[in-house]
């Protein structure tokens, strides 16, 4: 028997689905047509193998007004615990004590029989910053030159652009 084994990462795939909610039955349809070379029904069949998914839900507020949703941590320890996972680590937003992310691994007995190895919920406000990071060097900063002043320039641009934006929450499920 030949057997093949591929990993396939797809970053940012939600932009191909994002708006084709009212066009398909479920997310699988949705991938197999958005991306026809990703054959979700040959990769789902046990007999071709093992088909590991991250399963990310991003909720999105849609109001006149931009707005930023916050996991409220509390409630999402209660859910990880309830699901069977590991006390999660907690990463607080600023100076907001009960909001932020969370992220924890499955207990092993649990994970072996659900296939979910891990979950995250966090906050999607990082999309701010995501690919936009660039910290000037220390020196740069102590002298306070061009390069220390086109950094903070870039981040004020960063942070303007972002005031016109509406950011929700995201929880994925890793298998």
Known sequence: MDLSF?????RG?????KGTENLYDNVFDALQSEIPWLDINH??????????????MSIYPETEENLVGLWNISAADASFA????????????????DY????????RTRSEATHLNYRMAYNLVYEIVRGNVYFC???DAYAGNAVFHKCFQN???????AV?????VRDELLS
């Open 6 to 10: 591929f990993v396939v990462e797809l």
């Open 155 to 161: 981040y004020i641009s960063m942070y303007t652009k």
């Open 13 to 17: 795939v939600k932009l191909y689905t």
């Open 43 to 56: 990769m789902s069949r046990p007999e071709n193998g093992e088909c590991l998914l991250d399963l990310g």
């Open 137 to 139: 060097e220390d020196s």
């Open 164 to 168: 016109n934006r509406t950011y929700g």
């Open 100 to 107: 932020g992310g969370v992220a924890a691994e499955m207990c």
């Open 82 to 97: 309830k699901g069977g996972l590991n006390t999660p680590p907690i990463h607080n937003i600023g100076t907001l004590s």
